[in-house]
């Protein structure tokens, strides 16, 4: 069964800085794209950043780009984004997910990421 289990969300203040983990189970993680994805409130679902199986790819969306880092340790098996300069913009549920061709149909429980003074 595939398991992806997120962790590191947090309240920060503006400007700050958190680091989100997501540790899988289940599948070949080493094998997969993955990718970070967000919902802020009443909002739909947001493709953050993605990376390919050997992590020679990386994409941010441009609302995140120059501040957020996604990267991949496959011997742990787990997908970080390090997010820096945080706004309140950027409070949302973080989920990480296997991605598919543009499809995620695997992902986590997610992670509450909460910006604000």
């Known amino acids: 069964e595939v398991q ?3 962790s590191g969300g947090d309240l920060v203040q503006p400007g700050g800085s958190l680091r989100l983990s997501c540790t899988a189970s289940g599948f070949i993680f080493s ?4 990718a ?10 947001e493709w953050v950043s ?6 020679n790819v ?12 996604i990267s991949r340790d496959d011997a742990k098996r787990t997908l970080y984004l390090q997010m820096n300069s ?23 429980q997610g992670t509450q990421v909460t910006v604000s003074s």
């Open 4 to 6: 992806l289990v997120e």
């Open 31 to 34: 094998l997969y794209n993955m």
């Open 36 to 45: 970070w994805l967000r919902q802020a409130p009443g909002k739909g679902l």
């Open 50 to 55: 993605g990376i390919t199986s050997t992590g």
């Open 58 to 69: 990386i994409k941010y969306a441009d609302s995140v780009k120059g501040r957020f880092t």
């Open 86 to 108: 945080l706004k309140p913009e950027d409070t949302a549920v973080y989920y990480c997910a296997i991605s598919r061709g543009g499809s995620y149909p695997n992902r986590g």
